[in-house]
């Protein structure tokens, strides 16, 4: 397996840009997770589906950030408008529920908001 | 709320030293507790993984033994050698909320 699959893999935008992010989770993992990670804050956990439905979006920042999984195989993170303080780098992690092998996490996509 | 702390938040060591790395968490009701490592501008590496009803868990070099009575688990790290450099963070799942709640990560840097 190719692991988790994140793109792009940097992305540099202009303020009140509309950016998507995208995942592609290991197959049959049926979990999918958006973290957040800035030096301030450290790894923030923003939404997570569950057999491609949203189970807790309590960490999404504001209506500004949405997210989607239209199937098994593929997750979107949309900011839109983007402004200056998303920049962050945002990972993507997979896993299989009750199996307990752990989370897989993707290389990440850095994202530079000027 | 879940809350896990790694202390301290650097370490510089020369190579050859045996390491030990600290995790501590609040709430010790949890499913397991996973060791990730990451290098600078690339993403997380899973090193160990401890199920709750599990004392440790060993690959190679690295050993992680989980006290979940007292919240804390340890990563042991032999012979450091400077690819081992990287920050390394500890990671707890609350199981049912399925969901990992990070500490802050430790960097660390093995001097040749």
């Known amino acids: 397996d190719a692991g988790v699959i994140q793109s792009p893999r940097h992305e540099v935008t202009e303020m009140g840009q509309e950016v998507t992010l995208r995942c592609k989770p290991i197959?049959?993992?049926?979990?999918l997770f958006w973290y957040r990670q800035t030096m301030m804050r450290g790894l923030e956990l923003l939404i997570y589906?569950?057999?491609?439905?949203?189970?807790?979006d309590s960490g999404m920042p504001e209506d500004r950030f949405s997210a989607k999984m239209p199937n098994a195989s593929f997750s979107t993170l949309k900011i839109q408008p983007s402004e200056p303080r998303d920049s962050a780098v945002y990972f993507c992690?997979?896993?299989?529920?009750?199996?307990?092998?752990?989370?897989?996490f993707g290389s990440g996509t850095r994202l530079t908001v000027v | 709320k879940q809350e896990v702390t790694q202390i301290p938040a650097a370490l510089s060591v020369p190579e050859g030293e045996n390491l030990v790395l600290n995790c501590s968490f609040t709430?010790?009701?949890?499913?397991?507790l996973q060791w990730f490592r990451q290098d600078p501008g690339k993403g997380l590496t899973s090193l160990l993984l401890?199920?709750?009803?599990?004392r440790e868990q060993t690959s190679g070099r690295l050993n992680a033994s989980l006290d979940k009575s007292s919240g804390r688990s340890t990563l042991y790290i032999a012979a450091s050698q400077p690819g081992d450099s990287a920050t390394y963070l500890c990671?707890?799942?609350?199981?049912?909320?399925?969901?990992?709640?990070f500490g802050k990560g430790m960097k660390l840097t093995v001097n040749p």
């Open positions: 401890i199920q709750s009803s599990q």
């Open positions: 709430d010790s009701a949890i499913y397991n």
């Open positions: 990671a707890v799942d609350q199981g049912g909320s399925e969901k990992l709640v």
């Open positions: 589906f569950n057999n491609n439905v949203p189970i807790d």
């Open positions: 992690a997979s896993t299989e529920t009750g199996v307990n092998y752990g989370y897989t």
């Open positions: 197959s049959g993992h049926n979990s």
